[in-house]
């Protein structure tokens, strides 16, 4: 059976061609023919011999997931929606602000973690998407985007904050960043790419052994209670077992801080007596806070908090000397903005949840 050449990463597809009898910097040259060119036909790999290039297609493919449509908002947010085999779809959403260019990229087929304020969690899961398709993501956004008039990239950076729970996909997620930092892929750096996960303990400590690039921790609420109900893996590692994990990330962390992202919730997580709790509960991280307003979706039950609330609420975090921001509200014209990823899932089980926790 042909292999799909985006699964690789540089070590595997150097073993890879030591299998097929070739030489291991052949990986290196596929590499830049895959991701820095977006090639999808081993004829356009100039630099292969011939005889490799007549090789190749009996072997290995080039299989990114299907684009099937994208959709741009008046604000220049622009979303991807990828056919991931039958009846799933993922989205994907690249950002421009300014000079940079954020690529918001999905993990999984839907998310098993349940958050009760997300769209995504609400639709339920089906699978872990590949390599391919993680890093796929990528391929198609630099191709339909294209490059700016100096010749670079438009995407300067990329977020694990689309659909799914990153760190429930480990051994993907790492190899599509190793990738993703790859000077001969695309030649990231780790301050420029962010894992955001819900709060998945041991593998916070993996991420930090094996691939620290920026973190992104889903707090949204400043205690277990609270946190159980809206964020419902914190039953199985509560904040003081976060906290300390996120201290030790910083350790290795290529970022001295740890950003916090935060869903403003209409009478639920936003009093004044909420940001002491948030500010008591931080006070031994260096962090970041990301006020990100909600964004309705049907029956969600909630309601975005006020302007004003959100501005009395940053400026106790800020008085307490701690940077935050609040989001943009971006793209949510076609339902792209934060919490709206929906894709379209064939939901396996409700089991799945406790058996990826427990594999967790």
């Known amino acids: 059976m042909a292999v799909n050449l985006l699964d690789f990463d540089q070590t595997r597809l150097a073993a890879w061609f030591q299998e097929i009898g070739e030489k291991p910097f052949r990986a290196k040259q596929v590499l830049r023919w895959l991701h820095q060119h977006g090639a999808d036909d081993f004829e356009r790999m100039t630099d292969l011999t011939k005889g490799l290039r007549d090789t190749l297609p009996a072997l290995a493919e080039i299989r990114p997931p299907v684009l099937l449509r994208e959709q741009a908002s008046e604000d220049g947010t622009r979303k991807f929606l990828l056919e991931v085999g039958p009846g799933n779809h993922v989205e994907t959403v690249f950002i421009p602000d300014g000079e940079r260019g954020t690529l918001c990229v999905s993990s999984q087929v839907g998310c098993a973690l349940a958050c009760s304020f997300c769209s995504t969690g609400r639709q339920g899961f089906n699978r872990n998407l590949s390599v391919a398709e993680i890093i796929g993501q990528l391929w198609w956004a630099n191709r339909a985007m294209g490059r700016d008039p100096k010749g670079e990239r ?44 819900s709060g998945i303990v041991p593998a916070m400590d993996r991420l930090r052994e094996q691939m620290p690039v920026a973190l992104a921790v889903s707090l949204h609420a400043p205690n277990d209670a609270l946190r159980d109900e809206l964020v419902p893996v914190n039953r199985k590692y509560p904040l003081r077992e976060l906290m300390a994990a ?86 949510d014209d076609i339902d792209a903005a934060c919490g709206q990823l929906a894709g379209k899932v064939q939901d396996k089980s409700r089991r799945t949840v406790t058996r990826m926790e427990r594999a967790a």
């Not at 997620?173 to 996960?197: E, P």
């Not at 350790?251 to 919730?265: H, K, Q």
């Open 154 to 197: 438009l995407i300067s950076n990329v977020v694990l904050m689309g659909m799914g729970e990153p760190l429930l996909n480990f051994d993907h997620t790492v190899t599509a960043i190793s990738l993703m930092l790859d000077d001969h892929a695309y030649g990231l750096s780790r301050r420029r790419v962010t894992v955001s996960t």
């Open 246 to 331: 996120c201290g030790r990330y910083l350790d290795s962390a290529p970022r001295d801080f740890i950003t916090f992202e935060y869903v403003m919730l209409q009478g639920v997580n936003d009093s004044d007596a909420h940001a002491r709790e948030l500010i008591a509960l931080t006070r031994d991280i260096p962090c970041k806070f990301n006020l990100i307003p909600f964004n309705p979706f049907p029956n969600s039950g909630y309601r975005r908090s006020s302007a004003e609330r959100v501005r009395a609420f940053a400026a106790m975090l800020m008085d307490s000397g701690r940077i935050t921001t609040t989001r943009k509200t971006r793209g």
